[in-house]
């Protein structure tokens, strides 16, 4: 019996413009850290990888190794502020309701730690289109994306060939071949149509009114 057609969403830059939380989110342990976060310059960059990866980085312009107090410090501030300062991208909800109606199963494939993308989820109000939501793990599990989309198509009955992934970093086109799964760069976000196109994506969408289209061709 083939399974479900199935399309894994990314969050942050994909379904939701995420960058003002998380930016103020990293400014702030900057602060916390000893640094002046004037001088750490356009955090754009930052939006969409694991955030150890993103913070070790952004550590090293300041010669700083305290990733983990840094990790722990962000995500504390995140949770209290920042998860809350983001908003969907225009014609999201359009998007998510055309899937469905195509036959497509809905589920969210995030970097985000999984407790934070589910509040995130029910502040923004798409929980009801998801059939599953899932992220990173306390402790660091799943931190990779490609260890997360393997997670997720063990334990769903998603057919890997009529499964794509939906993203805006590079992190989602690799994570997506090396799970053998096409992937729709979504131009919208934070990546940008080099990054996605060096990465591989298979298909580019310049807004998400035409996923459904491009889903459907995938």
């Known amino acids: 019996m083939a399974g479900a057609r199935a399309v894994l969403l990314d969050l942050d830059g994909t379904l939701s413009d995420s960058r003002p939380g998380i930016a103020g989110s990293f400014r702030y342990t900057l602060t916390e850290l000893g640094h002046d976060p004037s001088t750490a310059g356009d955090l754009t960059w930052a939006v969409g990888p694991p955030i150890a990866e993103s913070i070790r980085r952004l550590l090293a312009q300041y010669g700083d190794d305290r990733v ?3 990790v722990a410090i962000y995500r504390a501030r995140y949770s209290e502020v920042g998860l809350y300062d983001c908003a969907l991208y225009p ?3 359009a998007m998510l309701e055309a899937l469905r109606v195509a036959g497509w199963t809905l589920c969210l494939a ?3 730690r999984r407790d934070f993308a589910e509040r995130v989820v029910a502040h923004l109000g ?3 289109a998801l059939a599953g939501i899932y992220g990173a793990e306390p402790g660091g599990g799943l ?3 490609a ?3 393997a997670h997720i ?3 769903e009955p998603y057919d890997p060939a009529a ?3 939906l993203g805006d970093r590079l992190h989602d086109v690799h994570a997506a071949r090396t799970n053998r799964l096409r992937c729709i760069g979504a131009l919208w976000g934070y990546g940008g149509e080099a990054e996605l196109r060096a990465a591989g994506a298979d298909l580019l969408a310049d807004a998400p009114a035409v996923v459904p289209a491009l889903a459907a061709t995938a």
């Open 163 to 165: 499964t794509i992934m």
């Open 126 to 128: 798409i929980g009801g």
């Open 153 to 155: 198509l063990a334990r």
């Open 147 to 149: 260890d997360l989309l």
């Open 68 to 70: 983990e107090r840094a």
């Open 143 to 145: 931190d990779d994306k």
């Open 110 to 112: 995030t970097s985000k």
């Open 91 to 93: 014609n999201v909800v």
